[in-house]
């Protein structure tokens, strides 16, 4: 069974500056994609980012990046110039490449103060 | 393109009274989900469907919670009879199979409250 850990309950960063999720995961699949999803208060989850494993390169949206670690089974979530809007909740989440179940990660709450 | 519908957004019952909440995917989406998100804590997979088909429902407790894809399309899940720590956000998500890197969809969730 897959797991995936947020080890940050709660981060914070000043508005324009940068700040850095992380996630680990475990698993013995070695074709699988990840995620990072954001959770505003209207509960709507709202893909951010996502990277295939079989990628080497580390994908990126505009603000938001990702260092992917394959070997060390990381994946971090990278926000430059952080915007109030970004305040939410940030999830993790794994899939295998077979389109089963996503597994989540337990949330780090962002805050981005003015 | 119309997102994932759900409702009803806010339930409050009494414990041992049942309740309904449906799901209504995006539209040619085979694969639905339905997610129990615990307050503070991330979702947990309840049932996925393929079609009108069962995948996935191994953290369903069955005794109390069913869910049923009629027609492959709208989806319903149910609780019978409720319990408190059932009270979590319901969401529901779509996918598009058939595409192998797509994401879920999520739709805004019904937050359940049993007292």
């Known amino acids: 069974a897959q797991t995936v850990t947020q080890s940050q309950p709660e981060m914070s960063v000043q508005e324009a500056e940068t700040v850095t999720l992380s996630c680990t995961y475990d698993t013995s699949e070695s074709n699988y994609y990840l995620f990072w999803y954001k959770q505003p208060p209207s509960r709507q989850m709202i893909l951010v980012i996502r990277?295939?494993?079989?990628?080497?390169q580390n994908a990126t949206e505009n603000r938001f990046s990702v260092n992917f670690q394959k070997a060390a089974k990381s994946f971090s979530l990278k926000i430059s110039d952080s915007q109030l809007g970004d305040t939410a909740m940030y999830f993790c989440a794994f899939m295998k490449k077979s389109g089963s179940r996503l597994t989540f990660g337990e949330g780090t709450q962002l805050t981005v103060n003015p | 393109e119309a997102g994932v519908a759900q409702s009803p957004r806010y339930k409050i019952i009494e414990k041992r009274q049942s309740v309904a909440f449906w799901c209504n995917p995006i539209s040619g989406h085979a694969t639905l989900y339905w997610y129990q998100q615990i307050l503070g804590q991330g979702p947990k997979l309840l049932i996925q469907?393929?079609?009108?088909?069962?995948?996935?429902d191994s953290q369903l407790p069955k005794d109390r919670f069913s869910a049923e894809r009629l027609k492959g399309v709208d989806s319903t899940l149910k609780i019978q009879p409720a319990k408190l720590e059932d009270s979590a956000v319901y969401l529901c998500?779509?996918?598009?199979?058939?595409?192998?890197?797509?994401?879920?969809?999520f739709g805004q969730g019904t937050r359940l409250t049993v007292v």
């Open positions: 990277q295939e494993a079989y990628k080497q």
């Open positions: 998500a779509s996918r598009d199979s058939g595409r192998a890197n797509t994401e879920a969809f």
């Open positions: 469907f393929q079609n009108n088909g069962v995948v996935d």
